[in-house]
T-cell receptor, first 114, second 115 residues
Framework: AQSVTQLDSQVPVFEEAPVELRCNYS??????LFWYVQYPNQGLQLLLK??????LVKGINGFEAEFNKSQTSFHLRKPSVHISDTAEYFC????????????FGSGTRLSIRP | EAQVTQNPRYLITVTGKKLTVTCSQN?????MSWYRQDPGLGLRQIYY???????DKGDVPEGYKVSRKEKRNFPLILESPSPNQTSLYFC??????????????FGPGTRLTVL
């Protein structure tokens, strides 16, 4: 079975400051990892995904994430946030053997202060 | 425009009154799924469908039914809603059920309140 833990339910940061949203997973098999963003009153959209290869993955809107197999982590980072990044962010995991199932974390609410 | 649509977007109902939330996608996707989102719990899968007439339970199927008579539509049915089904519901689809790497596309959500 797989699981995802997002360590912070809320992260407040000042505009133009860097941010890191933490995600840890557990799985007995090789995984694929995703970050989704949910803007207020909208559905989820894909930010980035790790499938294989380079452990540093770049996504939309200047976000990137690093896959760390030894620490079973997939933290999301942005060097300088904007007000428009205010949203909830979800980490998710799936695997080759469970193509029909994706497990989501509980979400991290990112609030940007001017 | 490629999209997943849900109707209604907001619904307030009473305990026991049957309701259906519709979901439709225009991308010819094989796979469709329903999730509910509750504070602190993230998204939990209710049911999914791998193709027409093929459906299966997710993690929290109790109190819900689904059907997949056409490829584009995947309605969620609550035969006798209860207050613990008050939640935000999302429909999603992806091209191929056999691929873990396909991106899932999400609808805008349906906020359901059961009194």
């Amino acid at each position: 079975a797989q699981s995802v833990t997002q360590l912070d339910s809320q992260v407040p940061v000042f505009e133009e400051a860097p941010v890191e949203l933490r995600c840890n997973y557990s799985s007995s098999v090789s995984v694929y990892l995703f970050w989704y963003v949910q803007y207020p009153n909208q559905g989820l959209q894909l930010l980035l995904k790790y499938l294989s290869g380079s452990t540093l993955v770049k996504g939309i809107n200047g976000f990137e994430a690093e896959f760390n197999k030894s620490q079973t982590s997939f933290h999301l980072r942005k060097p300088s946030v904007h007000i428009s990044d205010t949203a909830e962010y979800f980490c998710a995991v799936t695997s080759y053997s469970s193509a029909s199932k994706i497990i989501f974390g509980s979400g991290t609410r990112l609030s940007i202060r001017p | 425009e490629a999209q997943v649509t849900q109707n209604p977007r907001y619904l307030i109902t009473v305990t026991g009154k049957k309701l259906t939330v519709t979901c439709s996608q225009n991308m010819n996707h094989e796979y469709m799924s329903w999730y509910r989102q509750d504070p602190g719990l993230g998204l939990r899968q209710i049911y999914y469908s791998m193709n027409v007439e093929v459906t299966d339970k997710g993690d929290v199927p109790e109190g819900y039914k689904v059907s997949r008579k056409e490829k584009r539509n995947f309605p969620l049915i609550l035969e006798s809603p209860s207050p613990n089904q008050t939640s935000l519901y999302f429909c999603a689809s992806k091209f191929s059920v056999g691929s873990s790497t396909d991106t899932q596309y999400f609808g805008p959500g349906t906020r359901l309140t059961v009194l």
